[in-house]
């Protein structure tokens, strides 16, 4: 297990991506597509034979020498690494960019991407904010489609036949194994900390489906076997970091405070679906449905049938949460604004919560610290 | 040098453009008082209001709410009531502007504002505005409805996009039916519509008034002054005869060259809202300079007309799903406002560019870094970068925005007079 776990952490910390070097040495002429946060169909992308790549910033890895006079002040940092990442060449491994509609500095940094990267296919998905219209499904499945053929044109060959369905196979595997490392997480969160599932499911944004499923696969079965004794600990759901990713060192500050993160919103977009994706002979409808009935909640997914505070309060219940954590990088207008209906559920069912702010870029934990410790203690002795 | 007598056209427009919002705000009046007319608040930008002519329904802008209150200087204590409820320092103050007005009672005029019959969230673009009406509803217990309008990622709309937005138009009117309890005309509709058309070609003749030298007025801060009624008044005839009478108006002020100053020294294309709690004095800012707005983006978030589009009385539902779609700035890339801001630059002839970075709005201003560095690097023409607020007055450094301004100015004058080139728009 230790050993998934340090390969995990290199690739996640690895700026040079190299494991989309070494598949790229792999499969020649094989094409690498990178996805800005936070839901990506990847299943399209590996059906017409390219890697699919999340990215999710630069941590605290990169100094912005470019990036700030291009995106000013008020901005949030991954937007401002992700763009510093193209100016200083670590994309390079990537023939194309995906964006999507979450928010609106995603939304420009996506054409100010194309301006400066013209050799890159860079591409704006329209995810629909309307799912009570019966329109979605079939907008959507247009959009796929647009996507496919924009992908087909860049590796100059279609998918065969069944590509798509057995792309779609592989990543119910791959969430179906994250879902039941979470539910595991949640019962026993003494065996596998939230730092350390964050490991196994962030690689995943690198990593090539298959490999990721073995992965996943090894973990699953060395976890019963673990020695570790539950704590004392408060069970905290962690919600807001589903963009700009924390610094590692922050989620397991967390922990050692008195944290069991029973969920979170860590890397959203590779647990995006709460069931399979049923095919059933129609697999570019089958995505775009299960993109607008099957999604988890999400601060930049809008649903106005089922309000995400819902999502909140069924969440704490189902993990049995005594508190929540709001974790939310700065400048994060989506998950500032939901904080507000959030805590006011929150205190509708009188449970507590704690604000925190983080950037990527943050290296010293010192206030943070203090401020949970303090949280934790507050609960532990009430 | 001296400070220009009067810096602002107040002509009969300006009298009329009052009488119309003040008319508004009174429907608004009785709307809450009394629920008629039903009232419906949505964006401006991408917005349907001939949908609402059809019903009768007023419709309810929070954004002029929001604007209105900063150029009164009312919108801090809204914008802390906000914050103490949990909105944080960043997020955008127009948002927290009208919800802090909302708890605390408080409106532009002093009349009362309804609570809506429907919220309807037209999507284009702004994310921002998704949340703000998610949370309107959410405080006042009002229905909502959220009508997607896919992004301009391509140079135009797809058929499967102009379908999608058609269908939702399509189910907004069951929605419209079920809330007003009244059916559907379809022949007020496209009467609207056909009405829309109107005061998009006067609009449009307008704008290009501004492409003579003298401009006849400021298509930045003056054209603002014309974009409440264009918002409101748009589908009715109203609209019609306010916009005729203003193109009129300035019609005669280019046949007696009448410019906005004696003499118009400077011609520019401004990027971005106006910091409204600070309107007048950075206004004056520019006319000190004698420098006229000859074309604005913001002037364009209603509508992007000057180029040729129209609604259409004739398909009235995919020219309103048009207009969503491409034919407003905000919905339209990044990219696509580059070409824009180029376009008034060679064809209004503009000496420079002014981009205004506004805090709150991330929609118009995430990237304007890179904006600024094709403009100068790549077209190399002059162009001022400049941050502040639209709605918070916290965010105005008078003094040196001030000073920016006027350095800019001066190179832009030496330039001028010697021929060299800015060094605002280096290689």
Redesign the interface.
């Known amino acids: 297990m230790q050993q998934v776990l340090e390969q995990c952490e290199q690739i996640v910390t690895d700026l040079s991506l190299a494991s989309v070097r070494r598949w790229k040495e792999q499969h020649p002429g094989g094409k690498a597509i990178g996805y800005f946060p936070v839901y990506a169909p990847a299943e399209l992308i590996h059906a017409c034979g390219m890697l699919p790549v999340g990215l999710n910033g630069a941590g605290d890895r990169l100094d912005l020498q470019h990036a ?8 949030c940092s991954i ?1 401002k690494t992700t763009m510093e990442m193209g100016m200083t060449g670590h994309l390079q491994p990537l023939d194309g960019l995906l964006f999507s ?5 995603a ?6 991407m ?3 990267f013209p050799q890159m296919y860079v ?4 995810l ?3 799912p ?5 499904v ?2 959507l499945r ?2 796929y489609q ?1 996507l496919m053929l924009s992908l087909e044109v860049l590796g100059g060959e279609a998918p065969a036949q069944g590509a798509l369905e057995h792309s779609i196979a592989l990543y119910n595997r791959q969430r179906g194994l994250i879902r039941r490392l979470s539910d595991m997480r949640s019962e026993r969160p003494h065996l596998l900390p939230a730092s350390e599932l964050y490991l196994l499911v962030r690689a995943g944004a690198f990593l090539p489906v298959e490999e990721h499923i073995a992965l996943l696969d090894r973990a699953l079965e060395a976890l019963p076997d673990r020695a570790a004794k539950p704590r004392d600990n408060i069970r905290v759901i962690v919600e807001g970091a589903f963009c700009e990713q924390p610094p590692l060192d922050l989620i397991r500050l967390m922990e050692q405070a008195g944290c069991y993160i029973v969920d979170d919103d860590f890397v959203l977009g590779q647990k995006w679906f709460r069931q399979d994706v049923t095919p059933d002979g129609d697999a570019l409808g089958a995505l775009a449905e299960s993109y607008v009935e099957h999604s988890v909640y999400s601060s ?1 997914r ?1 649903d ?1 049938r089922r ?1 995400r505070f819902q999502g909140l309060i069924e969440k704490v219940r189902r993990h049995r949460a005594q508190a929540v954590i709001f974790l939310i990088a ?2 994060c ?2 998950a ?6 959030f ?2 559920e929150l205190e509708n069912i009188a449970l507590p919560h704690l604000l925190l702010e983080f950037e990527e870029k943050m290296f010293t934990f010192e206030r943070l610290r203090t401020e949970v410790e303090t949280f934790v203690e507050s609960l532990l002795f009430d | 040098m001296t400070q220009p007598k009067s810096t602002e056209y107040r002509g009969q427009i300006h009298q009329r453009q009052k009488e119309l919002m003040l008319k508004w705000y009174q429907r608004l009046d009785s709307s809450a008082h009394t629920g008629l007319p039903p009232s419906v608040s949505l964006m401006i930008s991408g917005n349907c209001v001939e949908l609402l002519e059809a019903f009768d329904a007023v419709p309810l802008y929070p954004e002029i709410n929001a604007l209105q209150l900063a150029i009164r200087h009312q919108s801090l204590e809204p914008i802390l009531a906000a914050e103490e ?4 320092a ?3 103050a127009y ?1 927290k502007a009208d919800i802090g007005s909302y708890l605390k009672g408080i409106t532009p005029t002093g009349g009362k504002l309804p609570r809506p019959s429907l919220v309807l969230c037209n ?1 284009v ?4 505005y ?2 703000w009406f ?2 309107v ?2 405080l006042t217990g009002s229905r ?5 309008v ?2 301009c ?1 391509e140079a135009e709309p ?1 058929p ?2 102009i ?2 937005v058609v ?2 138009l399509q ?1 907004l009117v069951s929605v419209l039916e079920n809330i007003t309890g009244k059916k559907f005309d379809y022949d007020r509709f496209r009467e609207a519509v056909r009405c829309a058309a109107e005061v998009e070609e006067l609009w449009s003749r307008i704008k290009h008034l501004a492409r003579r030298s003298p401009s006849p007025f400021d298509a930045y801060f003056d054209a603002i002054t014309l974009m409440g009624p264009l918002y409101v008044y748009r589908g009715s005839p109203e609209g019609v005869a306010f916009f005729r009478a203003a193109l009129n108006e300035l019609e005669e002020k280019v046949a007696n060259g009448e410019g906005v100053y004696e003499q118009e020294k400077f011609r520019l294309v401004m990027e971005g809202p106006p910091p409204y709690p600070y309107f007048r004095t950075f206004r004056d800012m520019f006319a000190k300079w004698k420098a006229t707005a000859v074309a604005s983006t913001y002037s364009t978030v209603g509508g992007l007309w000057e180029f040729g589009d129209r609604h259409d009385p004739d398909h009235p539902f995919e020219s309103v799903a048009l207009h969503m779609l491409s034919q407003n700035v905000t919905n339209r ?3 696509q406002r ?1 070409d824009q801001i180029q376009r008034y630059v060679e064809e209004w002839q503009a000496d420079g560019v002014i981009i205004h ?1 506004v ?1 709150s ?3 118009f ?6 904006m600024r ?2 403009f100068t690097k790549s077209l190399h023409l002059p162009t001022l ?1 400049i ?1 502040s607020d639209l709605e918070d007055p916290r965010y105005f450094s008078e003094a040196q925005i001030r000073n920016r301004i006027d350095a800019f100015f001066e190179a832009l004058e030496h330039s001028k007079l010697t021929g060299a080139a800015h060094p605002a728009a280096s290689a």
């Not at chain 1, 509609?101 to 500095?105: A, E, K, L, P």
């Not at chain 1, 009570?132 to 979605?136: D, E, G, R, V």
């Not at chain 2, 409820?85 to 944080?88: D, K, M």
């Not at chain 2, 909502?144 to 997607?148: Q, R, W």
Request: glycine share 4%; charged share 25%; proline share 4%.
């Open positions: 700030d006079a291009r995106f000013g002040s008020f901005i937007v509609s979450i928010c609106d500095s939304r420009n940094l996506c054409f100010v194309k301006r400066n591409d704006f998905l329209h629909p904010h309307n009570a219209s019966h329109a979605s079939d907008f247009s959009e647009r930049v809008h106005f309000p700065k400048f207008e989506p500032y604004f939901d904080y507000v209906l805590k006011r | 409820l949990g909105y944080a960043d997020n955008c948002v999507f673009g702004c994310n921002t998704v949340k998610e949370h509803a959410a909502l409805y959220v009508l997607d896919p992004f990622r797809s499967a996009d379908a999608y269908k939702q189910e890339n990044f990219l580059y970075f805090k709005c991330r929609l201003s995430a990237g304007q870094g890179d560095d094709y970068y941050e």
